[in-house]
């Protein structure tokens, strides 16, 4: 539960860092006589930050339950 825990934290700190994703799709306009024009759409993914801040959340409620567990 405590490797849970950080994974989540770090996961969730790399969220926060890089709030969203680019990634482009190539559509063909025009294929005429072997002629191919196509072009390149880029699409963008937004990650929210208050996703990003829940994940973190989550990791540190289970790290700090690890540890309490371990006390007693």
Same mark, same amino acid.
Do not use: C, Q, R
């Given at each position: %539960? !405590?490797? /849970? #825990?950080?994974?989540?934290? =770090?996961?969730?700190?790399?969220?926060?860092?890089?709030? #969203?994703? &680019?990634?482009? &799709? !190539?559509?063909?306009? =025009?294929?005429? /006589?072997?002629?191919?024009?196509?072009? @390149?759409?880029? @699409? @963008?993914?937004?990650?929210?930050? =208050?996703?990003?801040? /829940? =994940? %973190?959340?989550?990791? #540190?409620?289970?790290?700090? /339950?690890?540890? !309490?567990?371990? !006390?007693?």
């Amino acid at each position: %539960m !405590k490797i /849970a #825990g950080i994974l989540l934290l =770090v996961i969730g700190l790399g969220l926060t860092l890089f709030t #969203g994703v &680019t990634y482009f &799709t !190539k559509e063909k306009v =025009v294929d005429i /006589a072997g002629i191919e024009i196509s072009k @390149h759409e880029p @699409h @963008h993914i937004n990650i929210p930050l =208050v996703f990003s801040i /829940a =994940v %973190m959340s989550v990791g #540190g409620i289970l790290l700090l /339950a690890s540890i !309490k567990k371990e !006390k007693s």
